[in-house]
Nanobody, 123 residues
Framework: QVHLVESGGGLVQAGGSLRLSCAGS????????MGWFRQAPGKERDLVSA????????YYADSVKGRFTVSRDNAKNTVYLQMNSLKPEDTAVYYC????????????????WGQGTQVTVSS
């Protein structure tokens, strides 16, 4: 059982930056593909970014390409999401997730989820 805890959310003005962190425990972190999802009020939870277990392959949703960067430090059991040039439409609860698949880009491939962290971008 993998336990994931997100941190780093908050309130930021448009154009600002935040870095989300997701700390994992209870499993061999380096063997999991990791993803960041977000869910805005009244909308479905969507994949924002994913990273393979080695960190060598990454995925970004079109809406965040060029603004967000995903990375991981397997020695620290942590995955990060650097978010720059934030827009009001980035406002959502952001979730970290772990997949037994080495590189997962579909929600149903993810097995473990964090509790989420709120990101609010004001205009």
């Amino acid at each position: 059982q993998v336990h994931l805890v997100e941190s780093g959310g908050g309130l930021v003005q448009a154009g600002g930056s935040l870095r989300l962190s997701c700390a994992g425990s209870g499993g061999t972190f380096s063997m999991y593909g990791m993803g960041w999802f977000r869910q805005a009020p009244g909308k479905e939870r969507d994949l924002v970014s994913a990273i393979s277990w080695t960190g060598g392959t990454t995925y970004y949703a079109d809406s965040v390409k060029g603004r967000f960067t995903v990375s991981r430090d397997n020695a620290k059991n942590t995955v990060y999401l650097q978010m720059n040039s934030l827009k009001p439409e980035d406002t959502a609860v952001y979730y970290c997730a772990a997949s037994r698949v080495s590189y997962a880009i579909y929600g149903q491939q993810y097995n473990y989820w964090g509790q989420g962290t709120q990101v609010t971008v004001s205009s």
